[in-house]
C-alpha cells in the first residue's frame, strides 16, 4: 500500500509525532494530507492566535468575524489565545457566542487584556473542561474595581490543573478560595509581588497537589517559612524571588531543601549565602535545572555530586578560586555572568559536555580582557551546538590571536550569536561552519561584501540571521547576495543597518521564497511607508510574521 493509500484515521496516528511548527510544511505535499492536518491535527495540538492586527499586513483584523468563523467549524481549536483589543470587545455578541459554543472543548486559554472586567469573567462558566489558563493584563493601575461575578466564574473551573497571572492587582487574588474545587497542579504568580496573606488561602486549598510555584514576595524568609509549614507539599519545580535586602534566609532555605528532596527544578531570585549554596548536593541529589545567584561559590567540587543536573545558570561576583580539576559532566546547558572583572578561565574547564553556552559579560569594559581566558573559553568549548556570546563583548584582536582556536574548529555549532564591536571582515574569515542553522551578528560597522561572500559560501544551511546595529559597511549589495545564496533562509533580522535602502526590499521578495519571519526596525535608509513596504513584502507568500519600523 502507498502511502498516499492511507486512511485518514492512520495519517491522524503519523502526523501527531511531528513537531507542530513542521505541520504547515507536510501540509503541502497534497490536498489530503493538508485536509487532515488543518482539519484534525492542528486544532488539537498549535495555538490559534486571535489578534486585533493582522501579523503581516498589520491591518485591523474584525476579531468579531474570526470567532463567528471560528464557531462554524466543526472541529474546534483545543488550544486558544485572544488578545483582547478593549474592554468593549468582550461585552459583543460574538465573543459570548465562541465560549458558548466552544468554551467546553477548550483545554487551554490565555486571555491578555487591558484589565480583567465582569464581561470577561462571564464567560468562564464555559469553560469547565479547562486545564490550563493564563491571564496576562496590560493596565498599569494597582488596584482594579473587583468585578462582581469573580466567585461564579472560579468556582466552575473544576478542571483546572495550571494557573498563570500576569496582573498588576490582587483582584482575582482575593477570591482564589472559590478555585477549591480544583486541583492546581501548577501556579504561576508574575509581575507582582505577592502578600503572603493573599497565597496562603490558595496553597492552603492546593499544596497537596501542587508541583509546580512561581512566585514573588516581599520576604523571603516569610515565604518559606510558611511552604515549610505544609508536610503534605511535594514539589518539583520552584521559582522564588524576594524584593531583596533582607537577612539572611538559609535556615529556611536549607529547611526546605530537607523537605522538598525530590526538587528538579529550582530557582530563587536572590542572592544565596555559600552555606546554602553548598547544602544544595548534600540535600537535593535528584536536581536536574539550578538557577542561583551568590558572591562566589567556595567548594565547586560540590556540584559535581549532582549527577542529574543539566542545566545550570550562575551570577557570580567571583570565580577566581575555581578549581579547574572539578569536572561536571552532567551538564548541558551553562549560562554564567560574573561582575567581578576578572575571571579565572579554569571554569571553562568544569563542563566538557555542554552543548549550550550562554555567557553575559556584567561590565564590558573591563571583563575578560585576558588571552589565556579567551584562548581557554574556546578550546574548552568547542564541541557546543549553541554559543551565545551576543551579551559579551569580545575584541576583533582577541579572537584573530593566534593562540586562539578559530570558529571553523567547532564543526558542531549550530547557532551563533557574536558580538563585537570592532568587526571587520577578519572576523567573518573565521567562521566556515558547514552546520549553522542560526547566526546572531550585532555590532559589526566595518563588514564588506569580501566578508558577507564569505560567510554564505561557508554556512549554506542558514535558516535564521539576525543582523544588528552597524553604521557604515554592511550594504545592500551584500543583504542581495545573502538572500540569493541562503535559499534555506526562514527568518531574517535587521536592525539599524543604516546603509541598507530600498533596493534591499526588492532582493527579499525577488530571492526569499521561503522566508516566514521578517524584522526590519530602525533601518533609516529604507525609506518607503509602512504601507508601501507592506504592499512590496506581501510578494513573499510565505510570510507568517512581519516587523517593520
Given amino acids: 500500500m502507498e502511502l498516499s493509500e492511507l486512511p485518514n484515521e492512520i495519517l491522524e496516528k503519523i502526523f501527531t509525532y511531528l513537531p507542530v511548527n513542521e505541520l ?97 469573567l462571564e464567560v468562564f462558566p464555559t469553560l469547565y473542561n479547562l486545564e490550563s489558563l493564563c491571564i496576562i493584563s496590560e493596565s498599569e493601575a494597582l488596584y482594579g474595581t473587583v468585578p462582581a461575578n469573580v466567585e461564579a466564574a472560579l468556582t466552575s473551573l473544576k478542571a483546572l490543573k495550571h494557573l498563570r497571572l500576569h496582573l498588576p492587582s490582587y483582584t482575582i487574588l482575593r477570591n482564589v478560595g472559590f478555585l477549591s474545587g480544583a486541583r492546581l497542579v501548577s501556579l504561576s504568580l508574575e509581575r507582582f509581588e505577592m502578600e503572603l496573606h493573599h497565597l496562603k488561602p490558595l496553597l492552603n486549598d492546593h499544596h497537596r497537589t ?74 537535593l541529589i535528584h536536581l536536574q535545572e539550578l538557577e542561583i545567584i551568590a558572591e562566589s561559590i567556595n567548594n565547586c567540587k560540590a556540584l559535581s555530586e549532582l549527577r542529574h543536573l543539566r542545566q545550570l545558570t550562575m551570577c557570580l561576583y567571583d570565580v577566581r578560586a575555581w578549581d579547574e580539576k572539578v569536572q561536571i559532566g552532567g551538564v548541558t546547558e551553562l549560562s554564567l555572568a560574573v561582575t567581578f572583572p576578572l575571571i579565572s578561565p579554569a571554569i571553562f574547564c568544569s563542563f ?25 573559553l574556546m578550546e574548552c568549548m568547542r564541541n557546543v551546538r549553541v554559543l551565545d556570546l551576543e551579551n559579551f563583548v569580545f575584541k576583533e584582536r582577541e579572537i584573530l590571536n593566534d593562540g586562539v582556536l578559530r570558529f571553523e574548529e567547532m564543526e558542531n555549532l549550530e547557532c551563533l550569536k557574536y558580538s563585537c564591536r570592532d568587526m571587520s571582515d577578519a572576523s567573518l574569515l573565521t567562521m566556515k561552519l558547514p552546520n549553522l542553522r542560526e547566526l546572531y551578528l550585532t555590532h559589526c560597522p566595518n563588514v564588506t561584501i569580501k566578508g558577507i561572500s564569505f560567510l554564505v559560501c561557508n554556512c549554506p544551511l542558514l535558516e535564521r540571521l539576525h543582523l544588528e546595529s552597524n553604521k557604515r559597511g554592511f550594504e545592500d549589495d551584500g543583504l542581495e547576495m545573502i538572500t540569493r545564496k541562503l535559499t534555506h533562509l526562514r527568518r531574517l533580522v535587521l536592525v539599524n543597518l543604516r546603509a541598507l535602502t530600498t533596493v534591499s526590499l526588492d532582493a527579499i521578495v525577488n530571492n526569499c521564497f521561503y522566508l516566514s519571519d521578517l524584522t526590519i526596525t530602525h533601518c533609516v535608509g529604507i525609506t518607503l511607508d509602512k504601507a508601501e513596504a507592506i504592499g512590496k513584502l506581501s510578494g513573499v507568500k510565505s510570510l507568517k510574521n512581519l516587523i517593520y519600523s
Fill in 210 to 283: 501542587l508541583r509546580e510555584l512561581t512566585v514573588r514576595v516581599e520576604g523571603m524568609k516569610p515565604l518559606l517559612a510558611l511552604l515549610n509549614s505544609y508536610d503534605e507539599l511535594k514539589l518539583y519545580r520552584l521559582n522564588l524571588k524576594s524584593a531583596g535586602n533582607e537577612d539572611d534566609f538559609s535556615d529556611g532555605l536549607i529547611a526546605l531543601y530537607e523537605r522538598q528532596p525530590q526538587l528538579r527544578s529550582l530557582t530563587i531570585g536572590s542572592e544565596l549565602s555559600l552555606r546554602a549554596v553548598d547544602a544544595l548536593p548534600k540535600k
Fill in 352 to 376: 566538557p559536555n555542554v552543548y549550550r553556552l550562554y555567557l553575559e559579560d556584567v561590565d564590558d569594559d573591563t571583563l575578560m580582557r585576558d588571552i589565556v581566558v579567551v584562548r581557554t
Fill in 24 to 120: 504547515v510544511t507536510v501540509s503541502l505535499v497534497c490536498s489530503t494530507w493538508c485536509d487532515v492536518i488543518r482539519t484534525f491535527i492542528l486544532p488539537k495540538h498549535a495555538v490559534l492566535h486571535v489578534r486585533p492586527v493582522h501579523p503581516v499586513t498589520h491591518q485591523l483584523i474584525a476579531m468579531e468575524t474570526v470567532l463567528t468563523e471560528q464557531v462554524a467549524k466543526p472541529h474546534p481549536w483545543t488550544n486558544v489565545k485572544i488578545t483582547i483589543p478593549n474592554e468593549e470587545f468582550s461585552g459583543r455578541s460574538e465573543f459570548v457566542q465562541f465560549f458558548q459554543h466552544q468554551g467546553h472543548t477548550l483545554k487551554s486559554l490565555s486571555l491578555q487584556c487591558m484589565q480583567l472586567t465582569s464581561d470577561i
